[in-house]
């Protein structure tokens, strides 16, 4: 706001703090401040990576060493560095449509990916627009490859979803991911009588049989699966479980099968491998490791612990999987309740609580996600001494269909008492129902019946008795308006005891 109509460099000063100049700064500065920087305030402030940009008399070449530096500023991209880096990549998909050659194309292309740091760790709108990038430039499969992991992540909006279908449709008959191919398996399943949906996976299957070997095996695998012959599809998805197209769905239907087979060991012992040999594993295979775990090994939290897998290390700034379950465990252990800010940050609370930031989600967006990152509500919250548990909340699109909206947490099997926050902070006419572990808990149900109930904490309890090694917290909307929660707490009450 400061400089208007002026190329601007983010610059990284000795406080390792992140700041923004214009590439003309040292004008500036003569003009407004009629001195030149000192030699402490040009370390200082980050001044030298400006001036050497501006330096550069060519224009595009000036952008280019401007992106280059932006980018190695941003990685890894923090959440606070989220709203950043987009408009970075709106400012680079100008510049690639102002005719980038070809060489600088695809030199800046592999340079924004240097931002994706584990496909299910990275912000997916983030995914979603270097997968814009990608196809603008007219790479139509690392577009869609990029976009598919970018509608897995379960903060993937309803945008994110339409991108990944229209380029789903784009590539047709290929396939972009064994997510892909789950999907038009389930639609033949669902749309007998549709022969469009019927021909369309005819057509897919015949594509793998002669441009990608992967799928066509998993085509065969999966309805192998699906008719039950479990033995033949474990065989089939092992052959593919270490390839380099293989997703998520491979490993997870693997293991699904070796359940099936009552396997249960060498389910939870597959997953685990293969969480000790990647840094980027999905959080439903974290998840399944777990129910597993918990409920087919009856294992107790400590000594799952023991067992817990150390991926190779990341670089990512961002919550990861492995962290987030190693803390739930960790707080199994001690004997204290899970305690979650929904769509906030940790905190600790007036009685010394400590709170963990969003976890556990299926989907949803937190509050104001889409416009930046974790906005709160300005209002002091009534009814509660820890009005920051109420400023912030997950809501539920219903615009988002494809994932059942809520939490699901991985938990031995046992009577738990749950609490859950609601706060109504974005009035709107809201009725949606409360389901937790399969019992509609409350009905039709909003946070602010009148206006003097906006802005103000309720807290309501109940009992669930956890039978397969997950709790699951689901929320639908009874009118249209989008379901949302403020915080929850899980409480054992009766459990397996630790050896």
């Known amino acids: 706001g400061f400089f208007p109509n002026h190329s601007a460099l983010l610059c990284l000063s000795n406080e390792h703090t992140l700041r923004v100049w214009p590439l003309d700064i040292e004008v500036h500065t003569k003009r407004y401040l009629n001195r030149d920087f000192t030699a402490n305030e040009r370390t200082m402030y980050g001044i030298e990576t400006a001036t050497a940009v501006a330096d550069d008399p060519a224009p595009r070449q000036r952008e280019w060493k401007s992106f280059t530096e932006e980018i190695r500023l941003l990685s890894p991209v923090t959440k606070e560095r989220r709203a950043i880096a987009w408009s970075l990549l709106d400012r680079i998909a100008t510049w690639l449509g102002e005719g980038a050659a070809p060489?600088?194309?695809?030199?800046?292309?592999?340079?924004?990916?240097?931002?994706?740091?584990?496909?299910?760790?990275?912000?997916?709108?983030?995914?979603?627009?270097?997968?814009?990038?990608?196809?603008?430039?007219?790479?139509?499969?690392?577009?869609?490859?990029?976009?598919?992991?970018?509608a897995m992540h379960p903060r993937a909006d309803a945008d994110v979803i339409s991108q990944r279908n229209r380029l789903r449709a784009k590539i047709a008959p290929a396939v972009a991911s064994d997510g892909a191919a789950d999907a038009l398996i389930a639609d033949a399943m669902n749309q007998p009588e549709n022969d469009a949906v019927a021909t369309?996976?005819?057509?897919?299957?015949?594509?793998?049989?002669?441009?990608?070997?992967?799928?066509?095996?998993?085509?065969?695998?999966?309805?192998?699966q699906l008719r039950g012959e479990f033995a033949e599809a474990a065989r089939l998805y092992a052959t593919l479980v270490s390839g380099e197209q293989a997703g998520p769905e491979t490993l997870l239907h693997y293991a699904e099968c070796e359940q099936s087979l009552s396997h249960a060991s060498e389910a939870a012992n597959l997953l685990r491998v293969n969480l000790l040999r990647s840094s980027t594993a999905s959080p439903d295979v974290w998840n399944l490791w777990l129910q597993i775990s918990f409920r087919d090994l009856a294992l107790t939290p400590q000594q799952v612990l023991q067992q817990?897998?150390?991926?190779?290390?990341?670089?990512?700034?961002?919550?990861?999987?492995?962290?987030?379950?190693?803390?739930?465990?960790?707080?199994?252990?001690?004997?204290?309740?899970?305690?979650?800010?929904?769509?906030?940050?940790?905190?600790?609370?007036?009685?010394?609580?400590?709170?963990?930031?969003?976890g556990f989600f299926t989907?949803?967006?937190?509050?104001?996600?889409?416009?930046?990152?974790?906005?709160?509500?300005?209002?002091?919250?009534?009814?509660?001494?820890?009005?920051?548990?109420?400023?912030?909340?997950r809501y539920f699109s219903t615009e988002l269909t494809e994932k059942p909206p809520g939490y699901q947490i991985p938990l031995p099997n046992g009577t738990y008492e749950v609490k859950l926050g609601f706060a109504e902070i974005y009035p709107a006419e809201r009725s949606f129902d409360v389901r937790l572990e399969d019992q509609i808990v409350l009905t039709e149900y909003d946070p602010a019946i009148t206006d003097a109930d906006v802005a103000a904490a309720f807290e309501h309890s109940f009992q669930a008795v956890v039978e397969d090694g997950q709790l699951e917290l689901l929320f639908e909307s009874r009118n249209g308006s989008d379901p949302k929660i403020s915080c929850f707490q899980i409480s054992a009450v009766n459990t397996r005891p630790e050896p």
């Open 103 to 150: 060489g600088e194309a695809e030199k800046c292309l592999q340079l924004t990916e240097q931002l994706i740091d584990g496909p299910f760790d990275t912000d997916p709108r983030l995914l979603a627009q270097i997968a814009a990038l990608h196809e603008q430039y007219g790479d139509t499969s690392r577009a869609a490859r990029l976009t598919e992991w970018a």
């Open 200 to 224: 369309s996976l005819i057509n897919a299957k015949k594509h793998s049989q002669q441009e990608s070997p992967h799928y066509q095996t998993y085509f065969a695998a999966r309805e192998l």
């Open 308 to 358: 817990m897998p150390a991926p190779p290390p990341r670089k990512t700034a961002e919550q990861t999987s492995e962290q987030q379950v190693r803390w739930l465990l960790e707080q199994l252990v001690a004997g204290n309740p899970i305690r979650v800010n929904c769509g906030g940050e940790r905190y600790t609370s007036a009685h010394g609580e400590l709170w963990a930031e969003d």
């Open 363 to 393: 989907c949803g967006t937190e509050y104001f996600g889409t416009e930046g990152d974790h906005g709160t509500f300005a209002r002091p919250i009534r009814n509660t001494a820890d009005g920051v548990l109420y400023q912030s909340e």
